[in-house]
């Protein structure tokens, strides 16, 4: 579970990237967090992960404040960022045998572990490569197996399907429904509708900064007709991709 309390992110003296915002993401939801490019989603992600300060509010994570108890929340979660360029000097393996010593995974679980994820994400072969010579979508591919090789309880990934090739989003979405399914946390942005309305069981929708909207799709089908805004803003959002 993700408590987000009147959250507030401002940049330098007084860009106000997002905007008092609320948000409880439940246990055993896929949560998706919808909004044109430049609302506030990854701003919302990395203040709920701690890689950056919330200017005024609370986060709580299975009940850990990220602000005074950031190590225990940290445990709490994996987190798959939007870019995948991390340790690129690392070989697949070693950057996986890394995040494995971190949570201190055993040898047989990790061996376990690793060959069963690369088998599905079809990296087996890639394992010994360098991340720098991976594709974008490979890379993406070992963040998401790093992640799931400590099998946190709440997931959250920015933009987790850009750049995954159909066969591997199809895999993920996969994984995520199971995770929701047995009872724990999936949060992910997205800018593309299309995405949230086959995966997601609730969704936010966050504009410049202010979360417009909270509910299920058919929630928001109902309340688009009604509401301009909406209306605009979906096209928008089913432009994209
Ligand atoms: N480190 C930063 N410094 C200043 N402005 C930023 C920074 N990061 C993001 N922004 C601005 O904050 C707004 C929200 O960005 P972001 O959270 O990345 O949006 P999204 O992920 O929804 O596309 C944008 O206007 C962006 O330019
Ligand atoms: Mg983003």
């Not at 509010?57 to 108890?69: A, P, R, V």
């Not at 995040?99 to 072969?125: N, V």
């Not at 399914?181 to 969704?203: M, N, P, Q, W, Y």
């Amino acid at each position: 579970m993700i408590k987000i309390e009147n959250v507030s992110k401002t940049y330098g003296k007084d860009f106000v990237a997002v905007d008092h915002i609320n948000l409880e993401i439940k246990d055993g939801e896929i949560f998706g967090f919808l909004g044109p490019n430049g609302a506030g989603k990854t701003t919302t992600l990395k203040m709920i992960t701690g890689i950056t300060n919330i200017t005024s509010g609370e986060i709580f994570i299975n009940g850990k404040s990220i602000k005074t108890d950031d190590i225990a929340a940290k445990r709490e979660f994996g987190f798959v960022p939007d870019n995948p360029d991390v340790l690129l000097r690392l070989k697949g393996i070693e950057y996986l045998n890394f995040i494995a010593s971190i949570y201190g995974i055993t040898k047989e679980l990790r061996e376990k572990r690793i060959k069963d994820l690369a088998t599905r994400f079809e990296m087996t072969d890639a394992l010994g490569d360098k991340i720098q010579n991976y594709s974008h979508g490979m890379r993406q591919k070992m963040l998401v197996i790093g992640v799931l090789l400590h099998d946190p309880a709440v997931w959250i990934l920015d933009e987790p399907l850009t750049g995954l090739d159909p066969k591997s989003s199809f895999t993920l979405k996969e994984m995520m429904r199971e995770h929701a399914r047995s009872g724990k946390t999936v949060f992910f942005s997205t800018h593309v509708l299309e995405v949230a309305e086959k995966l997601c069981d609730r969704i936010a929708i966050i504009d410049k900064g202010k979360i417009i909207f909270v509910g299920t799709m058919e929630e928001l089908k109902k309340h688009s007709a009604s509401v301009q805004s909406l209306e605009s803003l979906f096209l928008e959002l089913t432009d994209h991709e």
